[in-house]
C-alpha cells in the first residue's frame, strides 16, 4: 500500500507558474509508473501527465505539452509536476497517482490516488 500526498496549489495570474509535489509514504515510489490528472468542476478527471517508474519516460496531453514538465525524485519519494505558462482553463484539482496496470492515460489503470490540490488560475 502507497499513500501520496499533493501539495503546491494556490491561486496565480493566467501567465504564471506552479509545481506541484506528490510524496510518498508506505513504499518507495520507484518501482511505480506515475501519473498526473485534474478534475475541473462539472467534468470528468482527466490525464495530464505521466512518467516511467525510472524517469525515462514521459507523456503529456496535448493540453498541456511544451507548458508541464513531469519528473521524478526516487531517492525523495517524490513526483513533480512543472507548469508554466498557466491558463485559465488549467484550473482544476489535480491528483498524482501511482501504479497504472494498464494504459497511462487512463484513470481506472492507477491502483493509488492522492487526495488532491486546488490550482486556481485567474485571468
Known amino acids: 500500500q502507497v499513500q501520496l500526498v499533493e501539495s503546491g496549489g494556490g491561486l496565480v495570474q493566467a501567465g504564471g507558474s506552479l509545481r506541484l509535489s506528490c510524496a510518498a509514504t508506505?513504499?518507495?515510489?520507484?518501482?511505480?509508473?506515475m501519473g498526473w490528472f485534474r478534475q475541473a468542476p462539472g467534468k470528468e478527471r482527466e490525464f495530464v501527465a505521466a512518467?516511467?517508474?525510472?524517469?525515462?519516460?514521459?507523456y503529456y496531453a496535448d493540453s498541456v505539452k511544451g507548458r508541464f514538465s513531469i519528473s521524478r525524485d526516487n531517492a525523495k519519494n517524490t513526483v513533480y509536476l512543472q507548469m508554466n505558462s498557466l491558463k485559465p482553463e488549467d484550473s482544476a484539482v489535480y491528483y498524482c497517482?501511482?501504479?497504472?496496470?494498464?494504459?497511462?492515460?487512463?484513470?481506472?489503470?492507477?491502483?493509488?490516488w492522492g487526495q488532491g490540490t486546488q490550482v486556481t488560475v485567474s485571468s
Open positions: 512518467i516511467t517508474w525510472s524517469g525515462g519516460n514521459t
Open positions: 508506505g513504499r518507495t515510489l520507484s518501482r511505480y509508473h
Open positions: 497517482a501511482a501504479d497504472p496496470g494498464g494504459s497511462y492515460w487512463d484513470t481506472e489503470a492507477y491502483d493509488y
